[in-house]
């Protein structure tokens, strides 16, 4: 009379479960980028620096216009870099709010189906407490009967 309890809707709960997993490795490889982006942009500001270090140290030195203008150029170019990669921090950034957001949406999505399935597994336990229940009152019922006959 025990049938075994089976969710109808298990492969869905299972995909939904796989969504959710590629979801999470999907945040952590962008938040694997974001510190690479945090480790460009530390190296770019440091770069600004010895840039501009070395136009401080030039400046009491005498030099070409050349010379100045190579040095100017350095500490723009560098600047630049920075800005871009700040930039590129800021992109990766958005990424990883983006992944962020979906990684709940899918445990969201994932765990109404485990609530669902609890909810269904509560059911059927119920229904065969139920079916356990009237086939022991039918027996209890038919025993008694059998006792009245016999007396």
Do not use: C, W
């Not at 921090?89 to 958005?94: E, K």
């Not at 709010?97 to 119920?126: G, I, P, T």
């Amino acid at each position: 009379m025990d049938r075994p309890f089976t969710f109808k809707l298990e492969r869905v709960r299972a995909l939904r479960e796989r969504k959710e997993d590629l979801a999470k490795e999907e945040l952590a490889a962008s938040l694997a980028m974001r510190l690479r982006g945090e480790a460009m942009l530390r190296a770019a500001a440091e770069s600004v620096e010895q840039a501009r270090g070395v136009q401080r140290s030039a400046a009491g030195a005498p030099m070409t216009a050349a010379e100045l203008q190579a040095a100017q150029a350095y500490l723009e170019r560098t600047e630049r870099e920075r800005e871009s990669a700040s930039l590129d921090l800021d992109r990766r950034d958005a990424e990883v709010d983006s992944r962020r957001m979906a990684l709940q949406n899918a445990a969201r999505e994932r765990e109404v189906l485990e609530r669902l399935k609890e909810r269904r597994r509560v059911e059927h336990v119920r229904e065969e407490n139920r079916r356990e229940g009237a086939a022991l009152d039918e027996m209890a019922i038919t025993m008694h009967r059998r006792a009245g006959y016999a007396a």
